[in-house]
Nanobody, 126 residues
Framework: QVHLAESGGGSVHAGGSLKLSCVVS????????LGWFRQVPGMERELGAI????????????SVKGRFTISHTFPQDNAKVNLTLQMNNLKPEDTARYYC???????????????WGQGTQVTVSS
């Protein structure tokens, strides 16, 4: 059974930093992407960043390029992966609930994500 558990959200002032973490376990295959999406109430869920587990490819949304860094460990025998999102120079418009996700086709479209974490709130004040 696939399980995703996020941690690390919180509140910061603009210009500050936060680091999100997600432990992913139970994935039965190796050719997939893990990513971070975010959502503001009343808006569609949007991509923050995704990373390929087998080829280490990385895609960032334009809104976070140069400020956010996604990274991950490689699955060991127990198929557990640690995914992180380092967020620097945070802006009030980064305020959202952030979700760890498994993107099996690696296109960054939330409609194709087949496993989600419970989400963690990030709030950036001006």
């Amino acid at each position: 059974q696939v399980h995703l558990a996020e941690s690390g959200g919180g509140s910061v002032h603009a210009g500050g930093s936060l680091k999100l973490s997600c432990v992913v376990s139970g994935l039965p295959f190796a050719d997939y992407c893990l990513g971070w999406f975010r959502q503001v109430p009343g808006m569609e869920r949007e991509l923050g960043a995704i990373a390929g587990i087998d080829d280490d490819s990385i895609t960032y949304a334009d809104s976070v390029k140069g400020r956010f860094t996604i990274s991950h460990t490689f699955p060991q025998d127990n198929a557990k992966v640690n995914l992180t999102l380092q967020m620097n120079n945070l802006k009030p418009e980064d305020t959202a609930r952030y979700y760890c996700a498994v993107d099996p086709i690696c296109n960054g479209n939330y409609n194709y994500v087949d496993h989600w974490g419970q989400g963690t709130q990030v709030t950036v004040s001006s």
